[in-house]
Each structure stands twice: as C-alpha cells, then as structure tokens.
C-alpha cells in the first residue's frame, strides 16, 4: 500500500504544491491546469497505441490520435479513435484533480459540479456520437479514417486520473450523464451506441498488455457483459481483477521501467550512506 500512495501523493501532491505556491495569478493557474490535462491526455493516448500497435500488423484496429472533422477546419472529434471493421471506440482522456471538500463531501451533485473536466469529457463524447452518427447527411460530420455507413458500434470511453472513480455505482452514474447527451432519435439506425466506459489511468495500464493478442472492442464487450451481469454497480477495476486471475500476463513495457526507477532509487539511496 506505500508505493501507490507515494506515487498518488507525486501526481496530486505536485499538483496542488505548484497550482497554489508557484502560480499567482488566474491566467497563469489556467495555462498550467491546460498543461497538466495535457500532458495526461498524451500519455493515456502513449498507453492506448502502444498496446495496440504491439499486435496490430494486421491494421484490424487503426489509432487515429486527436481525429479532426473534415468540415469544421482543426475542431477535434476526440482525443483518440479507434477503427475497426465495423466497430469504433472514442476516448476522452481527462486529469481529474479534485479537492478534498469535493472528492471527500458525500454530495455526489457537488462532487459533480466539482468535477468540470468530467462533465467536459461526457459532453464531448455525447456531441461527438451525434455529429458522427447524424441521421441527415447535410449534418453529419466526417473524419478521416472512419467510415461511419460501416460502423455498427460506438463505444464511448471516459480515462479519469483519479481513482474514485473506479468506486461503485460510479460508472452506472456517469452513464447515465452520458445518455442524457445523446439524441437516438435523430442517429443512424443501425448505430448501436453502447454504454459509457469509465477507466481510470491504472485500468489502462493494467489493460495494456491484455490488448496484445485481442481486440479492444471485444475487451469492452467483455467488460460490458460484466457489467451488466452485475447489475451495473461495479467499476472496470472489478472486471480487470476477474481478468487478471483469469489471464495473469505481464507489462513488459511497465516492468522495465519500474526496474529501471527501483535501480535508479538503489543507487540514489546508497550514494547517501543509506540502506547499504
């Protein structure tokens, strides 16, 4: 239990210590919040190709990295897409930095409003399946790369940094904050949008290598079942734990760079006369 929270406390701690000490000013509190979702954003994509393209010489899974609609000049669909035959996963990726009254208060309205990047990425996902999917031609949006007369299911996917909301019931609630975004009626018919899946980073990483030898959409599908299965009240860190025993394979990529770090830590530490 040390390392995860040492490692939570260098993402979180880091946050707060150089929002609140360093950074005076509201124009420049904005640009480094900018900057931290970012940099997040970037390494949940790094963590989503790599997994994929370690298995994908076939293509049977394209990444498209911050796909742009043809139509609307540098407007982003997303923050990564993945196309295949007839399936397309749509991920935003989001860095969740909530405060102790928010994260903490037991009101999940306040948690909520607390929580503006969440609500950004749901609506983003919610306007992205409305564009793509429009049922009036003259409306619909194109994107490189997708074909959307081909695509028979959308899978909209939410990648939070903070672990609450891996908690229970918080994916059935999201979803339903999802599904308030979407218009069916006026959608392709033979779309299927399913559920919202909510990943924090630590289920990416952990999926990572369970996406080497099959395909992501049938990983959620998977998931999905299990999440119907329980009545939809558990979080996808249940579903990879069911995984993981069933499966249990190792992240080399990972791996090696926790080697690497506990080396570097070993030599740091004896250098100073301790743990010799």
């Not at 289920?203 to 299990?226: A, G, H, T, V």
Request: hydrophobic share 40%; net charge negative.
């Amino acid at each position: 239990m040390i390392l995860p929270f040492f490692l939570d406390k260098l993402h979180t701690g880091a946050f707060w210590l150089f929002r609140q000490n360093f950074l005076k000013n509201k124009v420049e509190k904005g640009a480094f919040e900018e900057l931290w979702g970012d940099v997040f954003e970037d390494y949940a994509a790094s963590v989503i190709e790599r997994g994929l393209d370690s298995h994908n010489s076939s293509k049977q899974e394209k990444v498209i990295i911050n796909p742009k609609y043809n139509q609307k000049g540098n407007v982003e669909c997303a923050d990564v897409a993945v196309c295949g035959d007839d399936t397309l996963i749509l991920f935003e990726c989001k860095s969740t930095i909530l405060s102790a009254e928010c994260k903490f208060g037991g009101d999940f309205n306040k948690f909520y409003d607390g929580c503006p990047s969440v609500k950004k990425g749901i609506e983003q996902l919610g306007r992205a399946v409305q564009k793509l999917g429009n049922l009036h031609q003259s409306q619909r949006q194109v994107v490189d790369g997708i074909d959307i007369c081909k695509i028979k299911k959308i899978y909209p996917v939410l990648v939070l940094s903070d672990r609450i909301f891996s908690g229970l019931f918080m994916n059935d609630v999201l979803d339903s904050k999802f599904q308030e975004k979407v218009q069916y009626q006026y959608l392709i018919k033979h779309l299927q949008i399913m559920p919202l899946t909510v990943l924090t980073i630590y289920d990416l990483e952990l999926l990572e290598p369970y996406i080497q030898d099959k395909s992501l959409y049938k990983r959620l599908d998977e998931w999905l079942n299990f999440f119907e299965k329980n009545k939809r009240r558990i979080g996808f860190n249940a579903y990879l734990h069911n995984l993981i025993n069933r499966e249990n394979r190792s992240n080399q990529f990972m791996d090696d760079g926790f080697a690497e770090i506990v080396s570097e830590g070993q030599e740091f530490l004896e250098s100073h006369g301790i743990n010799e």
